[in-house]
């Protein structure tokens, strides 16, 4: 079972270019969200979708895009990156439980980006 | 929104010796917890999950953790540390209608030989 697949794993962008990060999963969820990992601030919102064709901010959405054109993809993108954007990046997908409460998140592997 | 606090950002214990990592949560109505590990360079992966009925939760590797209303923490246990424990730790928060998950800033572990 693949779960939650994200590229790439190491990337170094040049301050001003854009990218985009991939985030795929198989489960057929429909809640999916970006966050960004630094040190001694744990994982932080930046993007979350609660279907194809929905999506919102979370807690640090500024200097990201995201889109879900499909239930499996949730790309996020950096539209001229910072310096600031140094960190790494974790794509999660999440189970719903019965009641509609978020029941489990599956993580992909991360991104590791640098911006100089 | 609900928010999650883990107050000991770097804990050290013997291997053997009991481990307790500390999280108190902030939300209105009742939250469902989690808590999670991460090794070095690896993603995150749920150790235990607290919704609802008993408050104290068993997971994966021997960990548990007790949900205390009166006191808003989740802290998570283990009673005799192993080498392999060392990693971060992270408490979470979600809540009903809310589809988001907030996590705290983490907990790394050091076991001592």
Same mark, same amino acid.
């Given at each position: ?6 590229? !790439? ?32 601030? +744990? ?6 979708? &609660?279907?194809? #064709?929905?999506?919102?901010? #979370? ?6 895009? &995201? ?15 910072? !310096? ?13 439980? $019965?009641? +509609? ?6 993580? +992909? ?5 640098? &911006?100089? | ?25 902030s939300y209105?109505?009742? $939250? ?7 090794s070095p ?37 283990? !009673? ?34």
């Amino acid at each position: 079972n693949a779960g939650v697949t994200q590229t !790439p794993k190491f990337q170094v962008l040049k301050t001003g270019q854009s990218m985009t990060l991939q985030c795929a999963q198989d489960m057929n969820h429909e809640y999916m969200s970006w966050y960004r990992q630094d040190p001694g601030m +744990g994982l932080r919102l930046i993007h979350y979708s &609660v279907g194809a #064709g929905i999506t919102d901010q #979370g807690e640090v959405p500024n200097g990201y895009n &995201v889109s879900r054109s499909t239930t499996e993809d949730f790309p996020l993108r950096l539209l001229s990156a910072a !310096p600031s954007q140094t960190s790494v990046y974790f794509c999660a997908s999440i189970e719903r439980g $019965p009641s +509609g409460e978020s029941a489990e998140a599956f993580f +992909g592997q991360g991104t590791r980006l640098t &911006v100089v | 929104a609900q928010s999650v606090t883990q107050p000991d950002i770097h804990i050290t214990v013997s291997e053997g010796a009991s481990l307790e990592l500390r999280c108190n949560y902030s939300y209105g109505a009742t $939250p469902y917890l989690f808590w999670y590990v991460q090794s070095p360079g690896q993603g995150l992966q749920l150790l235990l999950k607290y919704f609802s009925g008993d408050t104290l939760v068993q997971g994966i590797k021997g960990f548990e953790a007790e949900f205390k209303r009166s006191q808003s923490s989740f802290n998570l246990r283990k !009673p005799s540390v192993h080498w392999s424990d060392a990693a971060e730790y992270f408490c979470a928060v979600g809540a009903l209608g809310n589809n988001d998950m907030r996590f705290g800033a983490g907990t790394r572990l050091t076991v001592k030989p």
